[in-house]
């Protein structure tokens, strides 16, 4: 079938829609990594504030056995893995049930609806779910819900030990998969502070201590949420920008397939005009050779 000038056309309007649309996408997804990177640093200083209470307490505690503050895990591991919640990522999802799955056997708590649509085609058993949050503001109420439901395995025994696994922005639209220990809780990382004089306490120095590592808990799962919504976003803006440059390579050859097609019609058309002029034109006069006799 030969190509048209006006099929080609039609398909130079669909593409550069579907460019526009891509690159509202990269937009989109520039802004809200923009937004995570900035939201980050008060969600680590948060963690860090924490963290120094616990070194406090730890002082206070004086030679206590601080890690017995939630008692030996009893109960299976648990895995909460943060995956993506739009499509559009590349190989996003992929990476971050890869890194589940070497695992080893678990109960897997997910966060994203297109990761949970991604373990059920590999088959992998999930245990608890939640979409991911479509805007950072609501990152405290999703750190909340995931540290409810970890809290309420633990009470049960249902969860013994927890790691999460969670995609880490690095620059570029490069992401590295992090997989780290979250519960039961460590104390020994915590430095023991120097405290100018004892502060007034109103809790028993190990219940204290159980508090804190509650809201250290909170505030590492409410980083994971931050730095892995960051790196979807990541993930998705290189993912457009690598399909706008696929996009941006066909528009260019659709324009010199139509410029070509169009300087064939054009010379088709000057064809015919002129085999129309030559079959309109007079025949030639005939010149007349008779003699005169005289």
């Known amino acids: 079938m030969t190509e048209r000038l006006a099929d080609v056309s039609l398909r130079l309007k669909s593409v ?44 206070l505690a004086d030679g206590e056995f601080a890690h017995a503050a939630h008692g030996a895990p009893r109960g299976a591991l648990a895995v909460l893995a943060f995956g993506a ?29 297109r990761a949970l649509a991604a373990a059920r085609q590999r088959g992998i058993e999930v245990d608890w779910s939640h979409p991911m949050v479509g805007h950072l503001d609501r990152a405290p109420a999703l750190a909340e819900a995931i540290v409810a439901r970890l809290f309420e395995g633990m009470a049960s025994h249902e969860i013994g030990r927890v790691a999460t696994v969670y995609a880490e922005p690095r620059g570029s639209g490069e992401v590295e998969i992090v997989a780290r220990a979250l519960a039961p809780f460590d104390f020994t990382r915590f430095p023991r502070v120097k405290l100018a004089a004892e502060p007034i306490v109103h809790l028993p120095k190990r219940a204290l201590l159980a508090r804190l590592a509650d809201e250290y808990m909170f505030a590492e799962v409410a980083e994971a949420v931050i730095l892995s919504f960051a790196a979807e976003n990541e993930a998705r803006l290189r993912a457009m920008t690598n399909a706008r440059s696929h996009i941006d390579e066909l528009l260019e050859r659709l324009q010199g397939r139509a410029r070509a097609l169009r300087q064939e019609e054009i010379t088709n058309e000057i064809v015919e005009l002129a085999a129309d002029a030559d079959a309109m034109a007079p025949p030639p006069r005939r010149k007349n050779t008779t003699k005169t006799s005289h």
Not at 24 to 44: T, W
Not at 91 to 113: C, Q, T, W, Y
């Open 16 to 59: 550069g829609q579907l460019g526009a649309v891509i690159g509202a996408m990269r937009a989109l997804a520039a802004a809200r990594a923009r937004d995570a990177r900035e939201r980050l640093e008060a969600a680590r200083a948060y963690s860090h504030d924490v963290g120094e209470a616990i070194g406090r307490a730890l002082t």
């Open 85 to 113: 919640e739009q499509g559009f990522a590349g190989p996003f999802n992929a990476r971050i049930l890869d890194a589940v799955v070497a695992s080893g056997e678990a109960k897997l708590l997910l966060v994203g609806n």
